[in-house]
């Protein structure tokens, strides 16, 4: 068998036999187009093995895909793209895996700014935004000075790339607020001074702990009239609605209390019109999400699953 044949069955979709031809071939000959084909196959296998729940075999692959980068000819970049694929997506499988630490490794190329298109030629957004917004949500769960200091470059190029995006003026003034520089930070996003306080930093927070657990989070901060709803997320099949409670300490009681009868009865009116609006049907679940701390230290979060909306 040839790397011709192999990259043959991987245009197939046969990527496990192309997985197994490659390996001995690789294992006696490092060239360049049997290191390429060792390369993508690995690439293959990693997302296959990571969709069938084989967690610890899919960070074996992700490490050889590390030792191999350095050895490809990557001129147009897609091998790089590819590993921060890769390391997004065992970010989301591995919760001891910090993608920030990855990146400063690996860094980003300029070709990661730039928006591309999918195999049906569909707009797809550049990788280095997922990559930032991924970092973003570690840094909330982990507000430290140290990991500030680490974050900043990259958002330094995100400013570079991109210096109309609001978003990127928010997460510098978060920067700015881990660093005890509050001025700085109104200063970089005067319109989101009022969010940067503590009830906006416990929702990010918040979403960035139910993101690390696998949640999508659909809506942030949705009203209903005079009522409203923290976060509303998806956990897998079933559409989760969400109390976020944010303190500094638990001097005054804990946070949860906070969420009395007339409080869930208005969070229920509240869902109901939200899954009236929407047309919803399916599993509908009631979460509380309590966050006890201040910016630059670790914060304490605790996850109510499944409360009763009726107790008084």
Not at 261 to 270: G, S, V
């Amino acid at each position: 068998m040839t790397v011709k044949d192999i990259f043959d069955l991987r245009r197939q979709g046969r990527i496990e036999e192309a997985y197994e031809a490659i390996r001995p071939m690789y294992a006696v000959h490092q060239g360049k187009y049997t290191t390429l084909a060792m390369f993508w196959t690995a690439s293959d296998i990693l997302k296959k093995r990571l969709t069938e729940k084989r967690i610890d075999e899919a960070v074996g692959i992700f490490k050889a895909l590390l030792r191999v980068l350095p050895n490809i000819d990557d001129g147009d970049g897609k091998a790089h793209t590819a590993m921060l694929y890769a390391a997004l997506r065992v970010a989301n499988a591995v919760d001891s895996f910090v993608l920030l630490d990855f990146l400063s490794q690996i860094g980003l190329q300029p070709d990661d700014w730039q928006p591309h298109t999918d195999g049906e030629g569909k707009a797809v957004p550049p990788v280095a935004h997922r990559v930032m917004n991924r970092i973003f949500l570690e840094l909330h769960l982990m507000p430290t000075v140290e990991r500030a200091l680490q974050v900043a470059p990259f958002l330094q190029e995100s400013l570079r790339n991109h210096p109309a995006n609001k978003e990127n003026q928010r997460n510098m003034a978060f920067i700015y607020e881990i660093m005890g520089e509050h001025e700085k930070a109104v200063a970089a996003c005067p319109s989101e001074a009022e969010h940067l306080r503590l009830g906006r930093w416990g929702e990010e927070t918040a979403a960035a702990f139910l993101q690390k657990k696998g949640y999508a989070i659909l809506e942030h901060d949705w009203r209903s009239g005079h009522r409203d709803i923290d976060l509303v997320a998806r956990d897998g099949k079933t559409l989760v609605f969400v109390e976020v409670k944010t303190r500094t300490n638990r001097v005054f009681g804990n946070p949860e209390d906070a969420v009395n009868y007339q409080k869930r009865e208005n969070l229920r009116r509240a869902m109901n019109h939200y899954v009236k609006l929407h047309r919803l049907a399916g599993a509908l679940r009631f979460d509380i999400v309590t966050v006890v701390g201040s910016l630059g230290s670790v914060p304490e979060i605790t996850h109510f699953v499944d409360v009763p909306l009726n107790d008084r």
